[in-house]
C-alpha cells in the first residue's frame, strides 16, 4: 500500500507550502488564488483528495456547484463562504460543509492572506464521466 508524508515547509502565520504537492494558480478579476494538491491519485488516495487554496487580497474563488461535497478547515485569515444564496463569516479554525449541487465561492475581501483546506472526493463526475478529481490537471500526469 502506498503512503505519503508532505512535510510542512513554510513558516506557520506566515507563509504555507508542503514539499512535494502540484500548485495551479487561478487568476480571477480581484486576485489570483493558488490551489495546491496535498493528497491525491499520485499519494494512492482513493476516497479522498485534499487541497490547500491561498488566496490574496480582495480575490475569491470561482463561483461553482458539483455533484459532490466539500469540507472545508480556515488555517489561516478571514473572510466569508457563500453557501447556496447565503453568506457566513469565517475565521481560522472555522470549518465549513459544502452539501452537493449547491452554489459555493470563498470571498477574502480583508486585504491579509486567506488560506483554507479543502476535502473533496477521490473521484468526481465531469463532463458526464466519473474522472479522478485531478485527472487532467497537470501537463505530467
Known amino acids: 500500500m ?3 508524508v508532505k512535510k510542512f515547509l513554510g513558516k ?9 504537492p502540484k500548485t495551479r494558480r487561478y487568476n480571477m478579476e480581484a486576485g489570483p488564488v493558488d490551489e495546491t494538491w496535498l493528497i491525491g491519485k499520485v499519494d494512492g488516495a482513493r476516497n479522498f483528495a485534499i487541497r490547500y487554496y491561498h488566496v490574496v487580497g480582495n480575490a475569491v474563488t470561482k463561483l461553482e456547484e458539483h455533484h459532490h461535497d466539500h469540507g472545508i478547515v480556515i488555517l489561516h485569515g478571514k473572510g466569508r463562504v457563500l453557501i447556496g444564496d447565503k453568506e457566513h ?6 470549518v465549513v460543509y459544502i452539501p452537493p449541487d449547491t452554489l459555493h465561492q470563498i470571498k477574502n475581501g480583508t486585504g491579509e492572506p486567506l488560506g483554507f483546506l479543502c476535502v473533496i ?6 463532463q458526464g464521466k466519473i474522472v479522478w478529481s485531478e485527472e487532467g490537471l497537470f501537463t505530467e500526469e
Open 121 to 126: 472526493p477521490a473521484k468526481r463526475e465531469k
Open 89 to 94: 463569516p469565517v475565521e481560522q479554525g472555522d
Open 12 to 20: 506557520w502565520g506566515e507563509e504555507y507550502s508542503w514539499d512535494g
Open 2 to 4: 502506498k503512503t505519503s
